[in-house]
């Protein structure tokens, strides 16, 4: 038997700290991303923006259905958004924020397992990572260097 370890690298800026340029400009598109968010049933808004290699900016945002789980989170509605406009083009960074009460300001934003095998896919369909941002509710941002960090033994992969 061989004992084995996973770690999980990542960088957490606080809201103090300054962000590198092309870490803000999509967050801030994440954060116009939650405007748009449909969430009449958790008042949970969830933005998501994915930064294709050509420098192209797609949006997603949550979108809640009565008759759950018909809807579909942010992180999805983008990458997918990304996939079926610009399906030769790879992501190299996606970035989330949220607005609402469904969790408290001192936790982190972290996606759904699903939105995580999404992710995995893109990774396995591109060839490449991506950078993964999360704005947290105080505003602290963590940043993964590549979005597998966030994501260890995945269902597909090595």
């Known amino acids: ?3 084995k370890k996973i770690q999980i690298e990542y ?4 809201k103090d700290d300054e962000l590198p340029k092309h870490i803000s400009e999509i967050i801030e598109k994440s954060k116009e991303a939650v405007q748009n968010a449909y969430a009449p049933y958790s008042k949970f ?4 923006a994915v930064r294709l290699e050509s420098g192209k900016i797609v949006l997603g945002n949550n979108q809640e259905n009565i008759a759950y789980p018909s809807g579909i989170c942010a992180e999805r ?4 958004s990304a996939g079926a406009l610009y399906p030769t083009e790879k992501v190299i960074q996606l970035a989330i924020a949220s607005e609402g009460d469904l969790i ?3 936790a982190l934003l972290s996606p759904c397992g699903a939105c995580r095998q999404v992710m995995a896919e893109v990774i396995t369909r591109q060839g490449c990572s ?11 941002v ?9 994501m260890p033994l995945l269902f597909g992969h090595e």
């Open 1 to 3: 038997m061989k004992s």
């Open 11 to 14: 960088k957490h800026f606080t």
């Open 45 to 48: 808004k969830v933005g998501a």
């Open 77 to 80: 509605v983008a990458l997918f």
């Open 104 to 106: 408290d300001e001192k």
């Open 130 to 140: 991506f950078e993964l941002i999360i704005l947290n509710p105080d505003n602290s």
């Open 142 to 150: 963590l940043l993964f260097s590549k979005a597998e960090d966030l």
